[in-house]
């Protein structure tokens, strides 16, 4: 009998991935179970999570330099280094996650793909489906009710730190507060913010419903991460490789996009049990008042001609 042993782990290339996320969020699942299994015969997956081995934003510069193999990135984080990618973190511009799939795999996304992967060292492999955005708040609906955008005035609202970011907080009426992923819970429960916004499997994940009162369904950006991988680990990949990592890399977003999408629905009923008060605002006030927002912006002024309407175009 011929016994073949498989490549030494030694030989392998070691994929460390960062992500501000637990090990529990339905994106790090699927790395973890699709992912890194089918990925296991030439590279051996290795996921950090909790911004234990980078801190949230860095990631990308830290691929860049060598330090890093994989993040699960945001187009706002991409937006630091190229502007137009706010484009993609705009507020109610993608209507779900089939769009958004519609979107990425459209030839409008190759110039954004070529630009990071040239200019960065960072390919682009895949989008993953994170959720529709709502406003979480620490006080009860009998404090304070929001069913339109000036309702958020004074409201300190934790957003991430980027600018892309804040700008759709301040777009919102709120008072964006900028603060990394990992200290939210701590401030919510010592008060230190109002509120913070994430898609209901995150508010789960991350237990903020133990220390907020009430959501509002604002549905503001139905968000979304891209796999970013490092360029010159893939240039060393076969092509056989590079096959497999990429079809392992779409089987992970299809994985975890299935699982967040029924972790949206299921999570209502959960969440009224735990005693929060969930609600639909004035949709109609809060989208009017966002778009006007990015008109004339300098974001708005970033995007190249023509994509926002190819985007709604690929719309329902
Ligand atoms: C967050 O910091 O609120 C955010 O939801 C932003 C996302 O882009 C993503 O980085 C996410 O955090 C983390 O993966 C934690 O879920």
């Known amino acids: 009998m011929v016994c073949v042993s498989p490549a030494l782990a030694k030989d392998k290339a070691k994929l460390r991935m960062s992500t501000p996320a637990s090990a529990t969020d339905q994106r790090c699942i699927a790395l973890a179970k699709v992912f890194g299994p089918a990925v296991a015969d030439f590279a051996v997956y290795e996921p950090h999570y909790n911004a234990s081995l980078i801190a949230q934003g860095s990631e990308l510069e830290s691929i860049a330099s060598g330090d890093l193999e994989m993040s699960i990135t945001s187009a706002q984080e991409l937006a630091t280094f190229f502007p137009e990618f706010s484009i993609f973190a705009t507020g109610y511009v993608h209507q779900d996650a089939a769009h958004q799939v519609r979107v990425f795999n459209d030839p409008l996304m190759a110039p954004f793909k070529q630009k990071v992967e040239k200019e960065l060292g960072v390919k682009l492999l895949t989008v993953m489906y994170l959720g529709r955005r709502h406003v979480n708040l620490r006080m009860p609906k009998s404090e304070l009710t929001v069913m339109k955008p000036e309702d958020l005035a004074g409201v300190n609202l934790r957003m991430p730190g980027s600018d892309a970011w804040q700008f759709l907080g301040k777009a919102l009426g709120a008072n964006p507060t900028p603060m990394a992923f990992t200290e939210v819970y701590t401030a919510l429960q010592t008060a230190s913010v109002d509120g913070q916004d994430n898609p209901l499997p995150t508010v789960v994940d991350a237990k903020f419903y133990e220390v907020t009162k009430q959501i ?32 392992a890399a779409d089987a992970a ?25 969930i609600y639909t605002p004035d949709l109609k006030a ?14 708005a002024a970033s995007w190249p001609k023509g994509v926002l309407e190819k985007i709604n175009a690929l719309g329902n």
Request: glycine share 2%; hydrophobic share 35%; aromatic share 10%.
């Open 216 to 247: 509002v369904l604002t549905s503001h950006l139905v968000d979304l991460n891209y796999i970013a991988f490092s360029k010159a680990v893939w240039d060393e990949l076969t092509p056989q490789q590079q096959t497999e990592l990429q079809a």
């Open 253 to 277: 977003a299809e994985s975890s996009r299935k699982n967040q999408l029924q972790k949206e629905e299921e999570l209502v009923s959960f969440l009224r049990q735990q005693g929060l008060e």
């Open 286 to 299: 809060f989208r009017e008042q966002v778009q006007a927002q990015y008109v004339g912006s300098k974001f």
